[in-house]
């Protein structure tokens, strides 16, 4: 049985999905089962990383467990519960932005998810990292605008990333989940290629069919905008892991291919698929 942990947001529904193909036991852990719309044959479970009277159920016969956490959640309780209940593997999503052997992780998102993998490290359960930066869902971000028009307003144009779609994370949690060969690994993520904001509103203009385009306004006032409703920490992190981007293609690894045997989908097929979430 396997459990997976934010089973109804990006990452962790396309992996419950990709898991019942294969027709392995799944539970989905979430706080509101009633809305949660998985597929058939998923195993729903009511539950909350934030109140251990419910992780007993939740872990019962549970053999490995996928973390996929909201930013910030405190999971070291549910962690000790997993590895007290006899859990045998543990997978991570964790982030790109976390700095192996630095005393001080260089801000709050590497240092949230560098927490979280050390947590994960005392259990003594065997486990996996898979590391992200940019997941193309982000680009979801620029569903507002393009209800004004065809130009997207943000900071770096020349940032690049090598957007990787949910499903690849899916399809690479999947084999390291079910197959052997992973444990103590850190596996950095990517998808298909390096592109640059200007270039990735483009790809998905030719997708929705609309001639977008990618216009660059200063940082400060949007770091300001964003962190009067978010953690301004956060915001920092986030642009500054932007910032450091510009102009520098966006490293790119095997691991996707190396782990599913197929290549990582491309930006241009995630913006086709998702073209209904931008209508
Ligand atoms: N976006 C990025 O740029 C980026 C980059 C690197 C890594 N990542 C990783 O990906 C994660 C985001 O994944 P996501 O977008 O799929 O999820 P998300 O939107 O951040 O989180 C929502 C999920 O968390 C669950 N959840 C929230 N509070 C919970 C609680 N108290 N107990 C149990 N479950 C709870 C929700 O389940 P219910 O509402 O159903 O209970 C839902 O499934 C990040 O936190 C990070 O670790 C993201």
């Given at each position: 049985m396997i459990l997976v942990i934010g089973a109804t947001a990006y990452f962790g529904r396309q992996t419950v999905e990709a898991l019942r193909r294969e027709g392995h036991q799944v539970r989905a852990l979430t706080r509101t089962p009633e809305k949660a719309?998985?597929?058939?044959?998923v195993e729903v479970v009511q539950g909350d990383l934030?109140?251990?009277?419910?992780?007993a159920a939740a872990l019962d016969g549970v053999t490995a467990v996928f973390l996929v956490l909201p930013y910030g959640l405190d999971a070291t309780a549910f962690l000790e519960a997993a590895a007290k209940a006899g859990v045998g593997r543990i997978v991570f999503l964790s982030s790109g932005a976390v700095v192996d052997g630095?005393?001080?992780?260089?801000?709050v998102i590497a240092a949230y998810h560098a927490g979280v993998e050390r947590a994960i490290a005392a259990t003594g359960v065997p486990a996996t990292i898979l590391r992200i930066m940019?997941?193309?869902?982000?680009?979801?971000?620029f569903g507002m605008q393009l209800q004004g028009g065809e130009v997207i307003r943000g900071a770096y144009a020349d940032a690049a990333f090598s957007m990787i779609h949910e499903k690849d994370v899916a399809d690479v949690a999947v084999r390291v989940l079910v197959d052997g060969g992973h444990q103590g690994r850190v596996y950095e993520l990517t998808g298909a290629a390096s592109l640059t904001q200007t270039e990735q509103v483009r790809v998905l203009g030719e997708a929705l069919g609309r001639p977008l385009r990618f216009e660059e306004i200063p940082d400060g006032p949007l770091r300001e905008q964003m962190g009067a409703f978010m953690d301004p920490d956060f915001v920092n992190a986030l642009f500054d892991l932007m910032a450091a981007t510009v102009g520098k293609p966006a490293p790119g690894t095997s691991v996707v291919a190396d782990l599913t045997g197929h290549a990582p989908r491309t930006y241009a097929e995630w913006a086709a698929e998702h073209a209904g979430d931008f209508a």
């Amino acid at each position: 049985m396997i459990l997976v942990i934010g089973a109804t947001a990006y990452f962790g529904r396309q992996t419950v999905e990709a898991l019942r193909r294969e027709g392995h036991q799944v539970r989905a852990l979430t706080r509101t089962p009633e809305k949660a719309g998985l597929p058939e044959g998923v195993e729903v479970v009511q539950g909350d990383l934030a109140k251990p009277a419910t992780f007993a159920a939740a872990l019962d016969g549970v053999t490995a467990v996928f973390l996929v956490l909201p930013y910030g959640l405190d999971a070291t309780a549910f962690l000790e519960a997993a590895a007290k209940a006899g859990v045998g593997r543990i997978v991570f999503l964790s982030s790109g932005a976390v700095v192996d052997g630095a005393d001080r992780q260089p801000d709050v998102i590497a240092a949230y998810h560098a927490g979280v993998e050390r947590a994960i490290a005392a259990t003594g359960v065997p486990a996996t990292i898979l590391r992200i930066m940019f997941p193309a869902i982000n680009s979801l971000a620029f569903g507002m605008q393009l209800q004004g028009g065809e130009v997207i307003r943000g900071a770096y144009a020349d940032a690049a990333f090598s957007m990787i779609h949910e499903k690849d994370v899916a399809d690479v949690a999947v084999r390291v989940l079910v197959d052997g060969g992973h444990q103590g690994r850190v596996y950095e993520l990517t998808g298909a290629a390096s592109l640059t904001q200007t270039e990735q509103v483009r790809v998905l203009g030719e997708a929705l069919g609309r001639p977008l385009r990618f216009e660059e306004i200063p940082d400060g006032p949007l770091r300001e905008q964003m962190g009067a409703f978010m953690d301004p920490d956060f915001v920092n992190a986030l642009f500054d892991l932007m910032a450091a981007t510009v102009g520098k293609p966006a490293p790119g690894t095997s691991v996707v291919a190396d782990l599913t045997g197929h290549a990582p989908r491309t930006y241009a097929e995630w913006a086709a698929e998702h073209a209904g979430d931008f209508a």
